[in-house]
Nanobody, 121 residues
Framework: QVQLVESGGGLVQAGGSLRLSCAAS????????MGWYRQAPGQQRELVAT????????NYANSVKGRFTISRDNAKNTVSLQMNSLKPEDTAVYYC??????????????WGKGTLVTVSS
């Protein structure tokens, strides 16, 4: 129904920056939530940041506040994550999320394949 393709991951030194992008295609519902989760080695997948269609409702993990910024382009069905002041603990596979927001309930979550971010110390 929905396909998500992430890009922008790579290897960076501590203190550096990366920008992740995700493009959604398929049966996109106009009202939705998109964002990023990450999974570090041996850890559970955790929230990084999400944003709703209007762009005014954002949610960030405490660990990334002030360093990461999420944005989206509704016309292109893309979401990006600007990551600054990267730390070794940011090392993880980052997954793009798409979830339609229907009237009265949230639809199913769709996930990208993930892109690896490695921050060296």
């Amino acid at each position: 129904q929905v396909q998500l393709v992430e890009s922008g991951g790579g290897l960076v030194q501590a203190g550096g920056s990366l920008r992740l992008s995700c493009a959604a295609s398929g049966s996109i519902f106009m009202l939705n939530t998109m964002g990023w989760y990450r999974q570090a080695p041996g850890q559970q997948r955790e929230l990084v940041a999400t944003v709703t269609t209007g762009g005014g409702n954002t949610n960030y993990a405490n660990s990334v506040k002030g360093r990461f910024t999420i944005s989206r382009d509704n016309a292109k069905n893309t979401v990006s994550l600007q990551m600054n002041s990267l730390k070794p603990e940011d090392t993880a596979v980052y997954y793009c999320l798409y979830r339609p927001d229907y009237s009265g309930y949230a639809g199913p979550s769709f996930w990208g394949k993930g892109t690896l971010v490695t921050v060296s110390s």
